[in-house]
């Protein structure tokens, strides 16, 4: 059974852009979350979308925004980017209520 | 809210000893899950072991257990014969029984094994 896919692994982008991550979830599997893994803040969840509707947000400003697709896969949007976005990003599917989460391997996204 | 504490920035342990990392929480709620993840270097987050609140029984897998003390709110991961792939970042992490996979994360505990 294949894991969690999450592309690209490595990303630099410059200050203004935008930036879009993807994630495919486990087969099955309808719950994604994301979270920011950063060395000053830690782990910090953005959202989750469970059969395409978000139903958890976290506290980020509206520049970090996601959406999910019929086929359970994820993706997540940073627009106007700040070096302080710099950061691992992960996600996390779930098979439905949980409640175990299986992580991809994250994308290292650093801005410049 | 939930918190999650984890009070030990960084442990050593000897090649097959035991070592204790500690996880404390804060919750007014009585239906929930704790977990503790595993990050190696390679960054990709591993479950190690989960636990209900509602089980009495402590957790175990292999030579990882858990001591889940519900009315003192805490959540300690036991090693056993520690290995050298057991070093790396150690996550204690709480998901609330009701809606949603919302994880709440400790600011992690890093174990290096020395051999």
């Known amino acids: 059974k294949a894991g969690v896919t999450q592309t690209p692994r490595y990303l630099i982008k410059t200050r203004g852009q935008q930036v879009t991550l993807s994630c495919s979830p486990i087969?099955?599997?309808?719950?994604v979350s994301w979270y920011q893994q950063t060395p000053g803040q830690g782990l910090q969840f953005l959202f989750e979308?469970?059969?395409?509707?978000?139903?958890n947000k976290g506290n980020f400003p509206g520049r970090f925004s996601g959406r999910q697709f019929s086929n359970s896969r994820s993706e997540m949007n940073v627009s106007t980017l700040e070096l302080g976005d710099s950061a691992l990003y992960l996600c996390?599917?779930?098979?439905?209520?949980?409640?175990?989460?299986?992580f991809g391997q994250g994308t290292r996204l650093t801005v410049v | 809210a939930q918190t999650v504490t984890q009070s030990q920035p960084e442990m050593s342990v000897q090649e097959a000893e035991t070592v204790t990392l500690s996880c404390t929480y804060d919750?007014?709620?009585?239906?929930?899950?704790l977990f503790w993840y595993k990050q190696p270097p390679s960054r990709q987050m591993i479950l190690v072991i989960r636990q209900e609140a509602y089980k009495q029984q402590n957790a175990t897998e292999n030579r990882f257990s858990v001591n889940f003390q519900k009315a003192a709110k805490s959540f300690s991961l036991k090693i056993s014969d520690s290995q050298l792939g057991d070093a790396a970042m150690y996550f204690c992490a709480y998901r609330s029984g009701e809606y949603g996979n919302k994880l709440v994360f400790g600011a992690g505990t890093i174990l290096r094994v020395k051999s």
């Open positions: 996390a599917s779930t098979r439905g209520d949980g409640p175990e989460a299986f």
């Open positions: 919750t007014s709620e009585s239906d929930y899950y």
């Open positions: 087969s099955g599997h309808r719950s």
């Open positions: 979308y469970f059969s395409e509707t978000q139903r």
